[in-house]
C-alpha cells in the first residue's frame, strides 16, 4: 500500500501532523508513507523512521524565481517535483492542510483516494474524492486524528518523533558548553519571535523578565529563534549576562537544545510546538490566536493570555496589540518561577 501525506508547513502544523503519521505507521507497517512538505520544515521529517520518502517544495522559491526572471530553474524544479511525486501510484492521499496549494498537490498525485477536510477554503475541498468534518473547536493534534479514526483505526497516547541523531545533540551540547552551560535543566530557553507582529511581546519586557530570571531566580538565559538581530536587540536592553544561539541551529539541533533546557518561554510560534513535543514544559504568551486550537500539546504548560471581547480575533496587523501588551512581566516572571518550583527548584 502506498500513502501520500500532504502537510506542507509550518513548523508547530507538521509536529501536530506527527501523531497522525506514527498511527497510521503502526495501522499500516508494511506501506509505503510518503510526505510533501516546503522546505523551511523539511528537516522536521527527513529520515523520520515512520516514513519512507520525503518530497521537498520549494513553492515559494520557485514564485521567487518566477517573479526575478529566473523562470528556466523554476520550471525545471517544478517539473522535477513533479515526476518525484507521481513516481509512485499512491492509494490512499491525505490532505492535513485543507489549503488550495495543498489540495493541487493532492490532485496532481493522481492518488486513487484522496481524503480531505469538508470544506471550501479556497475551494480545496473540489480536488477531494472523500471528505471528514472539521471541528475547530479542537486542538489540531485532535482534528488530524480524524482522518485516521475515519480510516477506521482509534489512535493511541499521541506520538511525536523528532528524528535528532548524534550529531544532532553532538552540536546542541557544543553550542551550550561554549557558553559555559552545562546540565539538564540548567538554564531557561527564551523564543521571542513570531511571524505575525500581532503575537509579538515588547522587547523591553523581555529584557526585563531574563534580568530578573538570571539575577533573582539565578538561572541562566539562552534566547533561540532564527533572527539574530532581533534576538541582540532584546539582550541589549538587559543588563545581566544572556546567551544567544538565534540563527546557529538547525530545528533537530533545537529540539536537542530544548530537551536540555529547564523550560522556554516563547510567543505562539513554531519553537513553542517544538519544544512540547520534547516534553519541555512552557510558558507560552498568547494574543490573537487560540490556545485550544493551537497552543502548547499536552499537560505541564501554562498559557498566558488576556480573555478580551475580540479575541482571538486571528489577525496579523492591529492598532494597539492591547491583548499582548497587556500581560505583564510580573506575571511572567511569576508563572516561570511557579513553574521552576513544581519543578525542582527556583
Known sequence: MNILIVKLSAIGDVIHTLPSLATLRRCYPDADITWVVEEAAADLIRGHPDLDRVIVSRRKRWIGDLSNCRGGRAWREMRQFLQELRGRRYDLVIDFHGLFKSAAIVWLSGGRRKLGYDSMQELSGLFYSEKIPEDLGRHAVDRYLDFIRYLGAEPGAPEFVIPVDAANRARAGDLLQAAGIAGKGAFVAVSPQALWETKLWANDRFARLCDRIVLELNRPVVFTGSDAEAVARIRALMTAPSVS??????????????????????????????????????????????????????????????????????????????????????????????????????
Open 245 to 346: 544561539l538565534a540563527g546557529r541551529t538547525t530545528l533537530r539541533d533545537l529540539a536537542c537544545v530544548y530537551r536540555d533546557a529547564a523550560l522556554l518561554i516563547t510567543t505562539d510560534s513554531g519553537p513553542m510546538h517544538l519544544a512540547a513535543a520534547v516534553r519541555t514544559p512552557v510558558v507560552a504568551l498568547f494574543g490573537p490566536t487560540d490556545p485550544g486550537r493551537t497552543g502548547p500539546y499536552g499537560e505541564g504548560h501554562v498559557v498566558l493570555r488576556r480573555d478580551m471581547t475580540c479575541s482571538p480575533c486571528f489577525a496579523k496587523t492591529c492598532e494597539t496589540r492591547r491583548c499582548m501588551l497587556e500581560i505583564t512581566v510580573d506575571e511572567v516572571y511569576e508563572a516561570v518561577r511557579g513553574k521552576l518550583a513544581e519543578n525542582g527548584g527556583e
